[in-house]
């Protein structure tokens, strides 16, 4: 089941996402967003049942929304030894930062082993935030020019271009919590389509996962974000191209922990 992101923010008015160091949203943010954002709606495609909202309101809390590039959360499986492989899933094994604030006004951010990150007043802390924020917003765009990541609902904590096969074959590879594949052509160029046709992404996973599909314009402007709410370890989306133009396709993983994505295509109707 797809579900576009706009209509997700519909059911969850959800706080601005803090990027941080190596760390992933706290346990008691997670339980704080979905007891009092909860609610059930109609969607565009489908009813979003209760039960639906939780399980989406939890993925899009848990995104890890840090990363300093300093661990590659993307890699492609042809040519990895398998203790590489074991290293990637090791490194990325699913573990929780915090924060806390003490009685004096003392703001800590810890990081997923419990070492204190930051220490501060509330405005140094919102200084802070600010400061990494512009940081890996300018290490997104310094790896790569296809998306305006500004004006994404969920930042990615790293992007990596994936070329695909002439005939729409996509290279295995391994991604973990956070991280986006964009697919281009071989050349790194998009592929130019017609209005309302069709496009569709398949992976075959290790297990049912969440994942977020997007459609970009030749501009880097993100057309259309869609939830794979993850009922099948086969993640994969649909989509009507809107107008005749020039586009890319892309995914984010945002269950916890890594997968490996094998089999993938890009297929066009």
Not at 203 to 218: K, N, R, W
Request: overall charge negative; some cysteine.
């Amino acid at each position: 089941m797809n579900v576009t992101i706009k209509d997700l923010m519909d059911v969850l008015d959800a706080p601005d996402l803090e990027i941080r160091e190596d760390s992933e949203a706290s346990c008691a943010h997670i339980k704080e967003v979905v007891m009092k954002n909860i609610t059930t709606r109609k969607t565009v495609r489908r009813t979003l049942g209760w039960v639906s909202a939780l399980a989406a309101v939890l993925v899009l809390s848990v995104l890890v929304l840090a990363g300093t590039g300093e661990r590659a959360g993307f890699a492609l499986l042809d040519g990895m030894t398998a203790e590489e492989e074991a290293q990637f899933r090791s490194d990325h094994e699913r573990g929780f930062a915090d924060s806390s604030v003490s009685a004096d006004g003392t703001v800590r951010y810890y990081d997923i082993h419990g070492n204190v990150i930051f220490e501060g007043t509330k405005k140094e802390a919102a200084a802070y935030e600010a400061k990494r924020a512009a940081l890996h917003l300018a290490r997104l765009e310094e790896s790569t020019d296809l998306v305006d990541f500004s004006a994404m609902t969920l930042t990615p904590v790293s992007a990596a271009e994936v070329p695909v096969n002439q005939d729409g074959g996509i290279p295995d590879f391994l991604i973990s919590n956070g991280h986006l594949a964009i697919f281009t052509q071989e050349d790194g160029t998009g592929w130019k389509l017609e209005e309302g046709s069709t496009a569709g992404l398949h992976f075959v996973s290790e297990s049912p996962c969440y994942a977020v599909f997007y459609l970009i314009g030749e501009d880097g402007q993100v057309l259309e974000e869609a939830l794979d709410l993850g009922r099948s370890a086969e993640p994969e989306w649909e989509t009507e191209i809107p107008t005749d133009g020039t586009y890319y396709f892309a995914v984010m993983y945002t269950s916890a922990s890594s997968d490996a994505f094998t089999g993938g295509t890009l297929s066009f109707q």
